[in-house]
Structures are given as structure tokens and as C-alpha cells.
């Protein structure tokens, strides 16, 4: 997809466990376009498994800020410390 100023559209994924706000859709939007330096679309997708939070995805990179992923990082950090203990 090209945009209007001819530079192609970086589609990101992201994934919320309720619909964005247009507020925080186009604060994310801004961002986005300026550290990347090319126009932003989201494709939003809504999944309370996430639990709260955010997870952005595009090519091959992943920003995973939900509560389910801290949530599975502290419980792979318990299960090794435990097997450390052993």
C-alpha cells in the first residue's frame, strides 16, 4: 500500500483486550510513523486473553506489552529459579 505522499504503508498488528480509543489509536499512529519514518496502519484486533495492555506486531518484530505476556514471563523466571534451587 502507498500512501498520498508516495512512501508505502507499514500495516502493524495490534492486538488490545478492548477496542482503542480514537485518542490512543492516533497516539500510537504518530509514534509509530515518526521512529519509523513511514506512514502507520493498524489493523486492530480485540483479545480479552490479553488481559490488558498492548501487543504490536510487524514483519518480523513483536512489542508485547499485555498483562498475559509479563504474566508468562514471571512464571518462566519462577520456573527456573526453582530448577536453579534444586
Do not use: H, N, W
Not at 512512501?7 to 488490545?16: G, I, P, R, Y
Not at 483486550?17 to 484486533?45: F, G, N, W, Y
Not at 490479553?50 to 498475559?68: C, E, H, K, P, S
Amino acid at each position: 500500500m502507498t500512501s498520498a505522499s508516495g512512501k508505502d504503508v507499514l500495516v502493524v498488528s495490534v492486538v488490545t483486550a478492548t477496542p482503542l480509543s480514537d485518542d490512543a489509536r492516533t497516539k500510537i499512529v504518530e509514534k509509530l510513523t515518526k521512529e519509523l519514518s513511514q506512514p502507520v496502519q493498524l489493523e486492530e484486533r480485540v483479545a480479552p486473553s490479553v488481559l490488558g495492555g498492548l501487543r504490536l506486531q510487524f514483519g518480523d518484530y513483536l512489542y508485547d506489552a499485555t498483562v498475559a505476556g509479563q504474566l508468562k514471563d514471571i512464571q518462566v523466571a519462577l520456573q527456573k529459579a526453582g530448577e536453579e534451587g534444586r
